[in-house]
């Protein structure tokens, strides 16, 4: 780990994402209205299905950080919050398309949208949103806020192809994994956190700053995510325990427990992950494997690696209330793992 990265102090708790809520409520007033006024169609069901997802309790994290980022940096305008509006649709876009490929049943404690409508509508709808984010993005005017999007949502694609390439290879290595994570998750994040650097006019510095904030706290997030899965703090969040399990999604706490594993516990991943011939005491036993060599702890040393990059790229900023709530959302993206 870098020497001058700010270590995770692992204190914060959900009242962060409360003062992050604070912070940006008034924005996000106008980030909502516009959700809503550019998810209307006169085709029912696609206001239908986008607003079975987009109303299913998610925090929209991803725009209160481009609007947390904006006020990190004093900017006074309100271009970031048609901005922050296109980086949910092309959020819930993504979920969309994830479930059908998953072929996911719940999502949030609640049937996914395929689930209901089957995946045929959840694509198309899925497709409207990615079209109602690109325009808002030329309704912002900006060639380089476009650009951002615009090539954040082709490496979300690349992403979901590499994951949908190596899905159930237990032998998949970390560096794949991580390019995965980037792809699909940590693009938007870096994105949603660079366009408020670009629409305030601060200059490169600034944007690339937010933009590794982003990019680090995208990675730890979903690190943390992957242990998630796999914690009895699931049911505290509405979830089951090992959905990606049973979907046989690969891992990073299952490819360090297969290659740390005998040659017994090698096949019993190859069985379940790669044929997916599970049994209902499949999973007990796999995280029996996962505790026996310590890998959801590992996964989550990794996200406190990034997470400390996360907030290490702050530092260039002055101290305030968004840095250090923006600081502390590195700490409660990590912390809710355990």
Not at 131 to 140: G, H
Not at 237 to 260: N, S, Y
Not at 264 to 282: C, S, V, Y
Request: hydrophobic residues 45%; glycine residues 6%.
């Amino acid at each position: 780990m870098s020497e001058n990265v700010v270590p995770i102090t692992g204190k914060q708790t959900a009242s962060v994402i409360d003062e992050l809520q604070a912070l940006v409520a008034e924005d996000m007033k106008h980030v909502n209205a516009t959700i809503l006024e550019r998810m209307q169609s006169h085709v029912a069901l696609i206001p239908q299905l986008a607003g079975h997802l987009i109303a299913s309790g998610g925090k929209r994290l991803r725009p209160m950080l481009t609007l947390a980022s904006a006020r990190l940096i004093g900017y006074e305008g309100s271009r970031q919050n048609k901005l922050a509006a296109c980086v949910e649709f092309i959020h819930t876009a993504t979920l969309l398309h994830d479930d059908v490929v998953d072929e996911s049943k719940m999502r949030r404690g609640q049937e996914t949208a395929n689930e209901i409508w089957g995946n045929q509508a959840s694509v198309l709808v899925g497709d409207f949103l990615f079209s109602r984010s690109f325009e808002l993005m030329v309704e912002d005017g900006s060639l380089k806020v476009l650009k951002i999007l615009s090539a954040a949502s082709s490496i979300i694609a690349e992403g979901e192809v590499l994951q949908l390439s190596v899905a159930g290879d237990v032998s998949t290595s970390e560096e794949t994994y991580l390019k995965v994570i980037e792809s699909k998750t940590a693009a938007l994040f870096a994105a949603a956190c660079e366009i408020a650097g670009v629409v305030a006019e601060q200059g490169e510095d600034v944007e690339a700053a937010l933009r590794d904030y982003g990019r680090y706290l995208g990675i730890a997030f979903q690190l943390a995510d992957d242990a998630l899965d796999y914690s009895a703090k699931q049911a505290t969040l509405g979830k089951k325990i090992g959905d990606d399990f049973r979907e046989g999604k690969l891992t990073l706490p299952v490819m360090l427990a297969f290659r740390r594993g005998d040659d017994t516990e090698k096949a019993f991943w190859r069985r379940t992950m790669e044929d997916h011939d599970q049994t209902e005491e499949d999973l007990t036993q796999a995280l029996a494997y996962l505790t026996k060599h310590d890998t959801l702890a590992d996964t989550l040393n990794r996200a406190r690696h990034y997470g400390s990059m996360a907030k290490d790229a702050l530092a260039i900023f002055p101290d305030s209330k968004a840095k250090t709530i923006m600081c502390g959302i590195v700490d409660f993206c990590i912390d809710r793992a355990y």
